[in-house]
């Protein structure tokens, strides 16, 4: 069974479910707050009729700001992963084994990782300045060695 990734579905799905958030916020934050906004007599009944007060606009600025999070959060993984996969295209297989096995791992020192690979140590420093250079990882000194990690 394929997992589900947000990042592959197309915008207008994306924008679909962003709509339903919303829609689907707006109801439960209303419900929430129906009973704080009840009308106390038949006159506070009558000026709500037709009007639209603050028992319609805060469950409304809430469930947007909702809506923007959400939409901030699946266009904004969707570039990230673009501009991920356009730069592998132009890595080495080493390059792109290295920076395979440091997104696995999440952070790795230097040396794990050269145990790992089963690599020289100046194979691996080259390579690690490069990815380091193209601002595909971040070095950290640790001791004797580093630990690497990729923003991701």
């Given at each position: 069974?394929?997992?589900?990734?947000?990042?592959?579905?197309?915008?207008?799905?994306?924008?679909?479910i962003?709509?339903?958030?919303i829609?689907?916020?707006?109801?439960?934050?209303?419900?929430?707050l129906?009973?704080?906004?009840?009308?106390?007599?038949?006159?506070?009944?009558?000026?709500q009729?037709?009007?639209?007060?603050?028992?319609?606009?805060?469950?409304?600025?809430?469930?947007?700001?909702?809506?923007?999070?959400?939409?901030?959060?699946?266009?904004?993984?969707?570039?990230?992963?673009k501009?991920?996969?356009?730069?592998?295209?132009?890595?080495?297989?080493?390059?792109k084994?290295?920076?395979?096995?440091?997104?696995?791992?999440g952070?790795i020192?230097?040396?794990s990782?050269?145990?790992?690979?089963?690599?020289?140590?100046?194979?691996?420093?080259?390579?690690?300045?490069?990815?380091?250079?193209?601002?595909?990882?971040?070095?950290?000194?640790?001791?004797?060695?580093?630990?690497?990690?990729?923003?991701?």
């Amino acid at each position: 069974m394929k997992n589900f990734n947000l990042t592959e579905l197309d915008n207008i799905t994306k924008i679909l479910i962003v709509v339903l958030v919303i829609a689907v916020s707006y109801f439960l934050v209303f419900l929430a707050l129906r009973p704080f906004f009840a009308p106390k007599n038949m006159a506070d009944m009558m000026n709500q009729i037709g009007n639209i007060g603050t028992e319609t606009i805060i469950p409304l600025i809430i469930a947007l700001i909702i809506g923007v999070i959400i939409s901030f959060y699946l266009f904004r993984t969707e570039t990230k992963d673009k501009e991920y996969e356009i730069l592998k295209k132009v890595l080495s297989e080493d390059e792109k084994k290295v920076l395979g096995e440091i997104k696995m791992a999440g952070e790795i020192t230097q040396d794990s990782l050269r145990f790992r690979l089963g690599w020289s140590k100046a194979k691996i420093s080259t390579i690690l300045t490069n990815l380091d250079r193209k601002s595909l990882i971040q070095k950290e000194r640790t001791g004797k060695t580093y630990s690497l990690f990729t923003e991701n």
